[in-house]
Structure formats: C-alpha cells, structure tokens
C-alpha cells in the first residue's frame, strides 16, 4: 500500500511556472510507476504523463510534450511535475498516481492523491 499526497498547485498568470510534488508513503516507491492526471470541470480525468520506476523513460500526452516535465527521486519517494508556459486550459485538479503496469489510462493506477488545484489566468 501507498499513500500519495501532492504539492506545489496554486494561481499563476499564463506563461508562467509551477512545479508539483508528489510525496509517497512506504518502503516501496521505487517498484511503481507513476503518473500525473488532471480533470478540469466538467471533464474527464487525463493523462499528462508517466515515469518508469528507475525514471529512465518518460511519456507525455501531447498537449503538455515540450513544456512539462516528469521526474522522481527514488531517495526521498517524491515524484515532480515541472510545468512551464503554461497556458490557461491547463488549468485542472492534478492528481499523481501510482501503477504496478506502464499505463496512459487511469486502469493502469491503483493509488492515487487527493489532487492539487492548479488555475492559470489569461
């Protein structure tokens, strides 16, 4: 079992910056890959990117490619989610998740966090 809880979400003007936390509980975080969701209003829950346990390999959606960044540090059992120029349709509750498979859908997860809000003005 894992107990995820996010950081770092907030207000910040378009083209800005923000960097999210995903803190883990448990001796066994470097067995999961993880991944970042998001689910604007009255939407469904997406996929922004994953990480493999070693953090060798990385997978973004393409609305996000070339502007964020997944990585982990299997030494503190945190993943990040770097974000920059964002824009305001990213403007979601993002959710770090954590898997035993390499998923792009919400299936492949069994742990999830409680979110964190992210909201990007024009």
């Known amino acids: 079992q894992v107990r995820l809880v996010e950081s770092g979400g907030g207000l910040v003007q378009a083209g800005g910056s923000l960097r999210l936390s995903c803190a883990a509980s448990?001796?066994?975080?470097?067995?999961?890959?993880m991944g970042w969701f998001r689910q604007a209003p009255g939407k469904e829950r997406e996929f922004v990117a994953r990480?493999?346990?070693?953090?060798?390999?990385?997978t973004y959606a393409d609305s996000v490619k070339g502007r964020f960044t997944i990585s982990r540090d299997n030494a503190k059992n945190t993943v990040y989610l770097s974000m920059n120029s964002l824009k305001p349709e990213d403007t979601a509750v993002y959710y770090c998740?954590?898997?035993?498979?390499?998923?792009?859908?919400?299936?492949?997860?069994?742990?999830w966090g409680q979110g964190t809000q992210v909201t990007v003005s024009s």
């Open positions: 998740a954590a898997g035993m498979v390499l998923s792009t859908g919400t299936p492949g997860y069994n742990h």
């Open positions: 448990g001796r066994t975080f470097s067995s999961y890959v």
């Open positions: 990480i493999t346990r070693s953090g060798g390999s990385t």
